[in-house]
């Protein structure tokens, strides 16, 4: 009879234990925890707890944020309360591009860019080069490391262009403003946005945010 069964030696463990096995089982992602706790049910009580939604790993809503719009909102508030960069990343895109709410989506990528979430740390970079936050732009790009190699600021950016599909975006005025400022003070490789060197590389890191919308 299921009520006197053995008990596995994960139920044995004391619940913080339980809890930290399955805040590291969701760092891979939610599959794995859902396959853990069809497992082992009664662990179920060890998962609603905040380490594991910290450490909740929702990898498809950030190449897919849109997909969060109206569904996943229980889950998205539980991540968000917790502290999960993910989940504020894929909030800042959706409140700062889809619901235009400027204030409120630069808060979450704040967030998750200072927690050092790469795909944030770029995207908050170019905001902030966008909105004429050279010094602050410049420093969060800084942190790719694009001196030492440009791949990792380039792969961040092919991520967050498939982060942006389908998510309304629109070209602010302010943003073309500063990009023609910007663009008077560059002499060279200005007509060929893959050479870049330092001088340019920050105005062709804003061309290509402007321009993607």
Known sequence: MAGNRDLSNLELMPIDMQTEIISRVARHSRRAVRNLLAA???LARSTAVPIVYRNLNIHPLTVH???ALQRYQSLMENCLASGNLQAHYVRGIQQYFHHQNVN???LHLQIAAEGLYEKAVYLYGVI???KG???IGQAMLDTLGWRQSKNRADRCWRRVKRSLHGI???RLESYMTVYHNTRETIACH???IHERCDTCYYYKKLT???YMM
Do not use: D, H, I, Y
Request: aromatic share 4%.
């Open 190 to 192: 200005r007509e060929n």
């Open 168 to 170: 309304r975006v629109t």
């Open 40 to 42: 082992v049910p009664p």
């Open 104 to 106: 409120g989506g630069l």
């Open 65 to 67: 944020p849109r997909a």
């Open 208 to 210: 290509k945010f402007v």
């Open 133 to 135: 936050e050279t010094a």
């Open 128 to 130: 902030m080069l966008a």
